[in-house]
């Protein structure tokens, strides 16, 4: 028999060997945890299955929004980082298992020799070696499965990412279309406000008033139109956030939200429609980071098998063939046994044991955070709706009881100060309707990324998955 040959039987029953052996350290179990069966103020006991690739954003029936948003999950650089991760993540796995035990190199050598009244000699040698580790006590997969673990997280993370560019961007989007729904109101309050001035002044030019009520409506206008600026300035800071998040350049985004803005309203939702938020059990599925975090705890624990089979002996299969002037060959096992740091070898065992606990911690802890944002966004989401729908109400009123004083304040029936006091209540009450809207878009959409809907969505990114 040939060396040759004999390798090819020492490798095929080290493959035979490995797959029978048993791994030390403790297998993955799910930790159990108590979870209510709903949610705080909800009646819903009932699971909403997977929203990973639920486009939420589509409910606020915006062509635009819904087009930056595709356009910046394609593009983000922190969604592409995280991308970059997945590959540095797979390409370690490949790394460990039968790739991280064997090793061998194939040798040529060629040598000329020769000198003075010396005949010129030539000699050249052909050299094939290889060893492998015998996984004894599944060291080797243990690693193998922390790796995977490694890589599931990191796929994981791409859906954070994918949640937390969510959340930024169509906040920002959400704020930028407020401070020009709030401009458009203020516009209204100066309109109305001129025309009160017009109507002021043929008072005082008839003799029905004087200049101190036209100043007063002059220094009302003033005060509404002074507002404009700071509107403007905090406009433009959300767009320029949203340039940064969409990696494009500012002015052309400021063209495309200025196209035909005065026409918009400000984003808003289905006030009667109820949208289901599952149970708490949901979030261990449906929320990427709470899968991170469980991964973690899987690879912690393999890590626990690689340092205990780190303790314990390990054989080497190695051998060699050498093609020279005469043909030789080598094989053989040699045994190794940590004798003098199996202290050191504790010490890192234990230090493995505790990180795995410490992994677990966290999860339950992310667990924890993950129901907390849910019922924390759905109950500011429930008070919303009733906010909105009791401004929309008092706006509506000081807009008739404007009309209403406005009249009487041409037919002289009411003073100048009624009229301006409902006024400054009506633009206030605008504003404040606004704002509750705002408030109210921004509160929905953190409580969908709670939920963790839309971490999968279909764009470049979840096809490289």
């Given at each position: 028999?040939?060396g040759?040959?004999?390798?090819?039987?020492?490798?095929?029953?080290?493959?035979?060997?490995?797959?029978?052996?048993?791994?030390?350290?403790p297998?993955y179990?799910p930790p159990?945890?108590?979870?209510?069966?709903?949610?705080?103020?909800?009646?819903?006991?009932t699971?909403i299955g997977?929203?990973a690739?639920?486009?939420w954003?589509?409910?606020?029936?915006?062509?635009?929004?819904?087009?930056?948003?595709?356009?910046g999950?394609?593009?983000?650089?922190d969604?592409a980082?995280a991308?970059?991760?997945i590959?540095?993540?797979r390409?370690?796995l490949r790394?460990?298992g039968?790739?991280?035990v064997?090793?061998?190199?194939?040798?040529y050598?060629?040598?000329?020799?020769?000198?003075?009244?010396?005949?010129?000699?030539t000699?050249?040698?052909?050299?094939?070696?290889?060893?492998?580790?015998?996984?004894l006590f599944?060291?080797?997969?243990?690693?193998?499965q922390?790796?995977a673990?490694?890589?599931?997280?990191?796929?994981d993370d791409?859906?954070?990412?994918r949640?937390?560019?969510?959340?930024?961007?169509i906040?920002a989007?959400?704020?930028?279309?407020?401070?020009?729904?709030?401009?458009?109101?203020?516009?209204r309050?100066?309109?109305?406000?001129?025309?009160?001035?017009?109507?002021?002044?043929?008072q005082q030019?008839?003799?029905?008033?004087?200049?101190?009520?036209?100043?007063?409506?002059?220094?009302?206008?003033?005060?509404a139109?002074?507002?404009?600026?700071?509107?403007?300035?905090?406009?433009?800071a959300?767009?320029?956030?949203?340039a940064?998040?969409l990696?494009?350049?500012?002015a052309?985004?400021?063209?495309?939200?200025?196209?035909?803005?005065?026409?918009?309203?400000?984003?808003?939702?289905?006030?009667?429609v109820?949208?289901?938020?599952?149970?708490?059990?949901?979030?261990?599925?449906?929320?990427?980071d709470?899968?991170?975090a469980?991964?973690?705890?899987?690879?912690?624990?393999?890590?626990?098998?690689?340092?205990?089979a780190?303790?314990l002996?390990?054989?080497?299969?190695?051998?060699?063939?050498?093609?020279?002037g005469?043909?030789t060959?080598?094989?053989g096992?040699?045994?190794?046994?940590?004798?003098?740091?199996?202290?050191?070898?504790?010490?890192?065992?234990d230090?493995?044991?505790?990180?795995?606990?410490?992994?677990e911690i966290t999860?339950?802890?992310?667990?924890?955070?993950?129901v907390?944002?849910?019922?924390?966004?759905?109950?500011a989401?429930?008070?919303?709706?009733?906010?909105?729908?009791?401004?929309?109400?008092s706006?509506?009123?000081?807009?008739?009881?404007?009309?209403?004083?406005?009249?009487?304040?041409?037919a002289g029936?009411?003073?100048?100060?009624?009229?301006?006091d409902?006024d400054?209540?009506?633009?206030s009450?605008?504003?404040?309707?606004?704002?509750?809207?705002?408030?109210?878009?921004?509160?929905?959409?953190?409580?969908?990324?709670?939920?963790?809907?839309?971490a999968?969505?279909?764009g470049?990114?979840?096809?490289?998955?």
């Amino acid at each position: 028999m040939t060396g040759k040959h004999i390798l090819f039987l020492i490798y095929t029953a080290m493959f035979f060997l490995q797959a029978g052996c048993a791994m030390v350290g403790p297998d993955y179990n799910p930790p159990a945890i108590n979870m209510e069966n709903r949610y705080a103020e909800s009646s819903i006991n009932t699971s909403i299955g997977d929203i990973a690739q639920k486009s939420w954003w589509e409910d606020f029936e915006d062509r635009m929004l819904n087009r930056l948003v595709v356009e910046g999950l394609s593009q983000n650089l922190d969604i592409a980082a995280a991308a970059e991760r997945i590959i540095a993540s797979r390409a370690t796995l490949r790394g460990k298992g039968i790739n991280s035990v064997l090793s061998g190199d194939l040798e040529y050598s060629y040598n000329e020799s020769g000198g003075e009244n010396l005949r010129t000699s030539t000699k050249g040698s052909t050299g094939l070696s290889g060893y492998i580790i015998l996984d004894l006590f599944g060291g080797v997969r243990r690693e193998r499965q922390a790796a995977a673990a490694q890589l599931q997280a990191a796929i994981d993370d791409i859906e954070t990412a994918r949640l937390a560019y969510l959340s930024e961007l169509i906040g920002a989007y959400i704020n930028a279309r407020y401070y020009q729904y709030s401009i458009k109101l203020t516009e209204r309050s100066i309109a109305t406000r001129k025309k009160t001035l017009i109507i002021t002044q043929k008072q005082q030019a008839v003799g029905n008033g004087t200049e101190m009520d036209t100043e007063q409506v002059k220094a009302l206008l003033y005060a509404a139109q002074a507002n404009i600026p700071d509107l403007e300035a905090s406009y433009y800071a959300q767009i320029y956030a949203m340039a940064t998040l969409l990696n494009r350049p500012s002015a052309e985004l400021i063209g495309l939200m200025n196209r035909g803005w005065k026409k918009m309203k400000l984003l808003g939702l289905d006030l009667e429609v109820e949208y289901d938020t599952g149970i708490p059990a949901d979030l261990l599925r449906s929320r990427p980071d709470v899968r991170s975090a469980e991964q973690a705890l899987i690879a912690a624990t393999a890590e626990i098998g690689v340092a205990t089979a780190n303790m314990l002996p390990s054989i080497t299969l190695s051998g060699s063939i050498t093609a020279s002037g005469t043909n030789t060959w080598s094989f053989g096992p040699s045994i190794s046994l940590p004798v003098f740091n199996q202290g050191s070898l504790r010490a890192s065992r234990d230090v493995a044991i505790s990180e795995a606990k410490q992994a677990e911690i966290t999860w339950r802890q992310t667990v924890l955070d993950a129901v907390e944002d849910v019922q924390a966004a759905n109950s500011a989401w429930l008070r919303d709706r009733e906010k909105v729908k009791l401004l929309r109400q008092s706006m509506e009123s000081y807009e008739r009881a404007f009309e209403l004083s406005l009249e009487a304040y041409e037919a002289g029936v009411t003073t100048l100060l009624d009229l301006l006091d409902t006024d400054r209540s009506l633009a206030s009450a605008r504003l404040d309707f606004a704002d509750a809207l705002r408030e109210m878009s921004v509160d929905w959409a953190t409580l969908q990324v709670s939920l963790g809907a839309g971490a999968r969505v279909a764009g470049v990114e979840s096809k490289k998955e």
